[in-house]
DNA sequence: GAAAATTAAACAATCGATTGCGTTAAATTG
DNA sequence: CAATTTAACGCAATCGATTGTTTAATTTTC
């Protein structure tokens, strides 16, 4: 059955004798109608059930209100909030999100792009997946002066806004806090290094190992394409069949930090004594494992506020393309718990 | 600074000495266009990078291409995987995901509904909220025809399409098992009655007992506004500080399930031989706590899935709106794990 | 070779809201 | 009271793609 075609101002306009013009003005309040008409108009306008149609309007106007969200997969834990964050600031300000998730696959991310370009979205947020190395699919948001606002994994050298946290810091500190307690040897789980993030985090561990006097061990840092558990697993139980197996673990996330534990549980190994585990993100499991996980905190929804507000910020005040990357760096901050807890330290 | 204005198909026209309806038919592959200057207009396209403007289709044909998708909270497992779900089929067939969430706010859902009604999507699939009652913003919908998928929370009588789980026979089996793992007094964590997943599963509960010759006892049976992780302690401690305390609990969420156990752990009392625990939706966390939380499974990418396939169809077969309520039930199935299987059962 | 049929492409209206400019009538001014 | 403002609203073009209807050119048919 066909769609019903809606009503417009053009049929409230026939009703009430008016032109068109005057009911678009009358309904915004424009300072050239009336008061007397106004009142009519949206009287008429509410007992008739009128609702605007945005397409049109966005396509007159040539900008929509509609913000573009990539992601890789909205399904996890960081991402989702960072979604529900990004949701709430545009919402609030009329503004409405359109999502696409890449699935970590490039080929996707690049259709997503596309698409999303082609809706003209006012302006699109992205976190970058793990095949992507090129980032070419995001010119033509520049090109068109649409604000372009990175969030998380970021492009090392894009002229566009970017959100992110301090991950060499935050691996810096949680490294610290294991050598703090006592951990001698402490391993790495790392992540795809194409990717700021892991390269950060993996910075952050080597640099608090050497400033703490400690070698850096290749053998102990492993990386990983995915940070999976089965990753994580696999990972945890060849490190501890070494020779020397190590007495920490800083996991680039909490999935593989959660696997470690339960491998090491598995494998009869106390935590924090034996070995000491610290992840990333603060995912809600990290505090039902047992040992509870340390861990480090990840504001998603204030970071997607943030991104929601940059791309506002631009739309509104009609800024150009930054010329350079305008970075904010949101703080984290380490969330100790038991599984980084030694009872002598 | 202003938007740079895109290469359209009358830029193409001029271009390439063509007429716009040309250039469009072209791009189309148009029967009445040759080959010849399909070909051309292509290759023109492709070197200007040209790309269609959706809205202008979109206004044109009184059809876009997006679903909207209205939710509680996006951050939530069920619900960031139901959207996964239904983004991943959508995608697939060149369909857009408009989001939006309540946070569970009446108000919220409302002006959500709107906000979507107003972008014309091609459809919506809604989860209703805590605090949803009367469910006329939907309404506007389908007296255009638009096709509503109301999806795990769904209104008693509204003539829509409806994806679920059968909630009764899943609590059913889950209160059946823990009578067969010898529970005897059966405690209840029940959600807010006014929504049908929470009341069939209510029903299933009670229909299990009475079905073993259990009487029903109001005082085991807890009703929580929100299910959360608070409201599962408390309600943990009241009974478990009770006369006679219960011997099972079925939870219908896994987050007071899973607080149900640390609160119990915290008691000293264990689990599952003097309590067992089965909870509802098989979140990350119910496998991680310890003992690993028995739960219902709930499919929730294969739900998203089936959402979207039931706006398409209607879509593309430009079917009615069902004059009925059109259900779509999908199967659950009980995951047994050490919260609920004693040693000697 | 003229009429009919087919092919290829142009014309022009349309979708619904917006907005610069023009018009009319009422209000103000000197 | 004529001249000028001001207030209130209408006209018509515009955004970009689509599509029913024509038109023009080419091919086929007898």
Redesign the interface.
């Known amino acids: 059955?066909?769609?019903?075609?809606?009503f417009t101002i053009y049929d409230l306009a026939r009703k009430l004798n008016y032109s068109p013009s005057t009911i678009s003005r009358a309904l915004k309040n424009h300072h050239s109608i009336s008061e007397k008409t106004i009142k009519i108009v949206k009287k008429a306008a509410e007992e008739e059930?009128y609702?605007?149609?945005?397409?049109?309007a966005?396509?007159r106007n040539?900008?929509?209100k509609?913000i573009g969200v990539l992601v890789t997969?909205?399904?996890?834990?960081f991402?989702?909030?960072l979604?529900?964050g990004i949701?709430?600031a545009a919402?609030k300000e009329?503004y409405?999100?359109?999502?696409?998730?890449s699935?970590d696959i490039y080929k996707?991310e690049v259709?997503?792009a596309?698409?999303?370009?082609?809706?003209?979205v006012c302006g699109i947020i992205a976190s970058l997946g793990m095949e992507t190395e090129s980032i070419n699919h995001f010119k033509?948001f520049s090109?068109?002066?649409?604000p372009v606002v990175f969030v998380d994994r970021v492009p090392a050298d894009f002229k566009s806004y970017t959100v992110v946290i301090d991950n060499y810091t935050a691996a810096f500190n949680a490294t610290t806090h294991l050598i703090e307690q006592g951990c001698k040897r402490i391993a790495h789980f790392a992540g795809a290094q194409h990717l700021n993030v892991y390269q950060d985090r993996k910075k952050g561990y080597t640099d608090a190992l050497i400033e703490n006097g400690i070698a850096v061990d290749e053998s102990l840092i492993i990386t990983m394409k995915t940070l999976s558990s089965e990753e994580g697993e696999t990972a945890t139980t060849r490190l501890m069949q070494a020779a020397t197996p190590p007495d920490g673990i800083f996991c680039s996330n909490d999935t593989t930090a959660?696997s470690a534990i339960?491998t090491l549980k598995k494998m009869g190994i106390k935590i924090p004594e034996e070995v000491a585990v610290i992840g990333f993100n603060d995912?809600?499991?990290s505090s039902?494992?047992?040992p509870a996980l340390s861990t480090v905190s990840h504001p998603?929804?204030e970071m997607g506020e943030l991104c929601t507000q940059r791309i506002l910020q631009h739309v509104l005040k009609?800024?150009?393309t930054p010329k350079i990357a305008e970075r904010s760096v949101l703080d984290t901050h380490l969330i100790i718990r038991a599984s980084s807890t030694r009872k002598n330290a």
């Open positions: 059955m066909e769609k019903k075609k809606s059930g609702r605007p149609n945005i397409l049109a966005s396509l040539n900008q929509s509609t997969r909205i399904n996890r834990p991402i989702s909030s979604i529900s949701e709430n919402s009329g409405n999100i359109l999502i696409s998730q699935n996707n259709a997503s596309k698409a999303l370009f082609d809706s003209r033509q090109k068109m002066n649409i959660v339960l995912d809600p499991i039902i494992v047992e998603a929804i009609k800024d150009d």
